[in-house]
């Protein structure tokens, strides 16, 4: 029974989510969510009556999660740096270690180029949901952003996101850096967070993962590391002779792809930088800087 007050219904799903192994934070996430409460005002009002509308949705919900169903499916958005960012099964969710990455960016960009105005030229390689692009061009209005993706169907979702948050983002749709290649144009960022799961590790991951998220976005060849490899033949078509490249890559990856950076560009500043949990997520090359 899910109980009539909002800890007993927490206490019935969480205890459902627990025996079928999934993450029991998601029904606090939830129950929240369809009371529009924020957690402050949520934990205030634990033993408020649950309307019965509430109440049956909630039953229905937390059932697609213990069948392995994304909360952020299921509820249609993700929060990244602050903004609310829908998603759905064309898009990778947007992870907490890829706001490191765009705030690197942005750190490097602020540091380097500080008398530029609107002429920083950024692309973002593999947008999906379009969290790093729309991200940098809100976060700093003065960039000149645009964003590929080889799926149209995540363009379309990325598209949205520009116009529900009001970001200028100019979209491609394209295979890696080839639009940009076919025009001659040059960037001064190059940044991607690109599929780097080897294809042996696929079958360890949750199903909430596999089962739910594009694996098109997620496998990166039988090594993980197919993707840099073409960026280290593409982006130098592309870079300008100063510039800033940009990856989130797979733990135990930072030093495999730092070193193919340093291979490509003779000149320039590599380093790999661990995320808050201590593991190699992102590299960064500053290029003639």
Not at 32 to 42: C, D, K, Q, Y
Not at 186 to 208: A, G, H, Q
Not at 214 to 241: H, T
């Amino acid at each position: 029974m899910i109980g009539s007050k909002v800890y007993e219904a927490l206490h019935w799903a969480s205890s459902f989510l627990r025996e079928n192994g999934r993450d029991e934070n998601a029904a606090e996430l939830l129950l929240s969510h369809l009371l529009e409460m924020n957690r402050a005002t949520f934990l205030a009002n634990l033993r408020e009556e649950i309307p019965e509308a509430v109440k049956a949705q909630f039953g229905v919900y937390v059932k697609q999660l213990a069948e392995g169903i994304p909360l952020q499916h299921i509820i249609g958005f993700e929060e990244f740096y602050g903004r609310k960012f829908t998603v759905n099964k064309e898009v990778l969710i947007p992870r907490p270690e890829t706001e490191e990455l765009v705030l690197g960016v942005l750190n490097r960009i602020e540091k380097h180029y500080k008398e530029v105005s609107n002429e920083l030229r950024v692309v973002d390689v593999g947008t999906g949901s379009g969290a790093i692009a729309i991200t940098l061009a809100l976060e700093n209005p003065n960039l000149k952003v645009c964003s590929i993706d080889i799926a149209k169907e995540s363009l379309e979702v990325a598209q949205q996101n520009a116009a529900n948050l009001g970001a200028k983002v100019h979209f491609l749709h394209g295979d890696l850096l080839l639009p940009i290649i076919e025009t001659g144009e040059k960037v001064d960022v190059v940044v991607s967070n690109p599929p780097y799961i080897p294809e042996k590790d696929i079958r360890t991951l949750s199903t909430v993962v596999k089962d739910h998220e594009p694996l098109r976005a997620l496998v990166g060849g039988k090594d993980g590391l197919d993707f840099y490899r073409r960026f280290m033949k593409e982006i130098p078509q592309v870079l300008s002779d100063k510039g800033i490249v940009a990856f989130e890559v797979g733990v135990g990856q930072g030093e495999l792809v730092a070193e193919m950076l340093k291979a490509t560009f003779k000149k320039g500043h590599v380093e790999v930088v661990n995320d808050i949990n201590g593991k190699d997520r992102m590299v960064f090359a500053e290029i003639g800087l």
